[in-house]
């Protein structure tokens, strides 16, 4: 029997291992012969392991497939660790190489209880720009205790700040996080460091707390834990009802702006079962099972008509996606990209440390993203 190793990313958290193997158990069975495990791990710790195996390929563990950040693609490509799904079948489409295939996407926008809202007399219309958010958030930091959530969920896994979370921060300031040539950060400059400012100050200000009372996650909105809460997903169905609103990502400048995500699916070169994981490729981003899966983690299939596909059980969700639709952008693809995220990120929580020591200032923001741009600039020289 022939074994299949996949490494997947946690798309629904503790539950995507059992739901994977839900969605792989169609494959299994037309393929009694071949037999897939599985792991689940974060971007850290794949990224970091990839670059180990680039320097003892021989002595680590491999995957043969892998679900990867879309954004990743580029750099994973040029390190020569993808493997080219076009020389695998000569049938496939388009004379480029095509080293990954989309998974499942998702879209920022901005969801609020609309119970707490009208508790306190705050309106949607208010979040369409950020000066409003901050005084939703201050009002409901200042309701405490009787509200019974904190004002808003930070909607990062890590529980810390990452370049897709400050995104559309700097990017609605007219700011953004590359030159155009992709040869260096602009992070260090005034626009871009606002950006980063606006998004950061959520947590500086208390109103996103990094953990609850009893030193653990504070939980989200879906919850009921949280007021506010931006997240790329549809609601999880046990949330899914009239008191949940949603607005699009709201805007920091004079244009509005948000950050659209996505998974893809790749093929490591030189795996001895390439043409077998080639096939467990095709069937999980098969149309049909791609939406199922998507459907079943709140994400959208990433095709031309996924996003209202998706919606269609939400209607009333439908207004501020399709919305934000019209000014969505993704990061870009940048070499090495998730080196410099983990730089980025690092530099974010040596910042989060001061906050939960009461030392942060604002001073301290600006000396990061120098720091943090200077080593990334650094990085970027090296694989030019």
């Known amino acids: 029997m022939k074994e299949l190793r996949f490494w997947a990313l946690p798309d629904a958290g503790f539950g995507t291992f059992s739901l994977l193997r839900e969605h792989l158990a169609l494959f299994c069975r037309d393929h009694p012969d071949i037999r897939v495990s599985i792991s689940v791990g974060t971007t850290t710790a794949l990224w970091d392991h990839l670059f180990r195996f680039l320097?003892?390929?021989?002595?680590?563990?491999?995957?043969?497939?892998?679900?990867?950040?879309?954004?990743?693609?580029?750099?994973?490509a040029h390190l020569g660790l993808l493997?080219?799904?076009?020389?695998?079948?000569?049938?496939?489409?388009?004379?480029e190489p095509l080293f990954a295939v989309p998974w499942w996407m998702e879209m920022r926008v901005l969801y609020y209880r609309k119970d707490l809202f009208r508790k306190l007399g705050l309106r949607e219309e208010a979040l369409s720009a950020w000066d409003g958010l901050r005084e939703a958030c201050r009002t409901l930091a200042e309701a405490g205790g009787p509200c019974g959530s904190v004002p808003i969920a930070n909607p990062n896994p890590r529980r810390g700040i990452s370049l897709t979370d400050v995104a559309p921060c700097l990017w609605s300031r007219g700011a953004d996080l590359f030159a155009k040539d992709h040869t260096r950060t602009l992070l260090q400059r005034p626009d871009a460091r606002a950006?980063?400012?606006?998004?950061?100050?959520?947590?500086?200000?208390?109103?996103?707390?990094?953990?609850?009372?009893n030193g653990l996650a504070p939980?989200?909105?879906?919850?009921?834990?949280?007021?506010?809460?931006?997240?790329?997903?549809?609601?999880?169905?046990?949330?899914?009802?009239?008191?949940?609103?949603?607005?699009?990502?709201?805007?920091?400048?004079?244009?509005?702006?948000?950050?659209?995500?996505?998974?893809s699916?790749?093929?490591?070169?030189?795996?001895?079962?390439?043409?077998?994981?080639?096939?467990?490729?095709?069937?999980?981003?098969?149309?049909?099972?791609?939406?199922?899966?998507?459907?079943?983690i709140g994400a959208f299939?990433?095709?031309?008509?996924?996003?209202?596909?998706?919606?269609?059980?939400f209607p009333e969700l439908s207004p501020a996606f399709e919305r934000s639709q019209g000014f969505a952008r993704t990061l870009p693809m940048v070499r090495v990209m998730?080196?410099?995220?983990?730089?980025?990120?690092?530099?974010?929580?040596?910042?989060?440390?001061?906050?939960?020591?009461?030392?942060?200032?604002?001073?301290?923001?600006?000396?990061?993203?120098?720091?943090?741009?200077?080593?990334?600039?650094?990085?970027?020289?090296?694989?030019?």
């Open 55 to 76: 320097k003892r390929p021989k002595e680590l563990p491999r995957p043969d497939i892998l679900q990867i950040p879309s954004h990743w693609t580029a750099s994973l």
């Open 83 to 95: 493997q080219d799904l076009r020389e695998l079948d000569g049938r496939l489409p388009g004379p």
């Open 195 to 213: 950006g980063v400012a606006d998004y950061f100050d959520l947590i500086a200000s208390g109103w996103m707390p990094l953990s609850g009372t």
């Open 219 to 263: 939980g989200d909105l879906f919850e009921g834990a949280a007021a506010m809460q931006f997240s790329g997903r549809l609601p999880p169905k046990r949330a899914a009802s009239g008191e949940i609103g949603v607005v699009p990502f709201p805007s920091t400048g004079t244009e509005p702006a948000t950050v659209a995500s996505g998974q």
């Open 265 to 296: 699916l790749a093929v490591l070169r030189g795996s001895d079962v390439a043409q077998e994981a080639l096939g467990l490729l095709r069937s999980l981003t098969e149309p049909a099972r791609a939406s199922a899966y998507a459907a079943a």
């Open 301 to 313: 299939a990433p095709t031309e008509d996924g996003l209202a596909q998706g919606l269609e059980a």
């Open 338 to 384: 998730g080196t410099l995220e983990r730089v980025f990120e690092r530099s974010m929580d040596r910042l989060l440390r001061e906050v939960s020591r009461g030392a942060y200032a604002p001073d301290l923001l600006h000396q990061e993203l120098v720091h943090s741009g200077a080593e990334m600039d650094y990085v970027l020289g090296l694989y030019l």
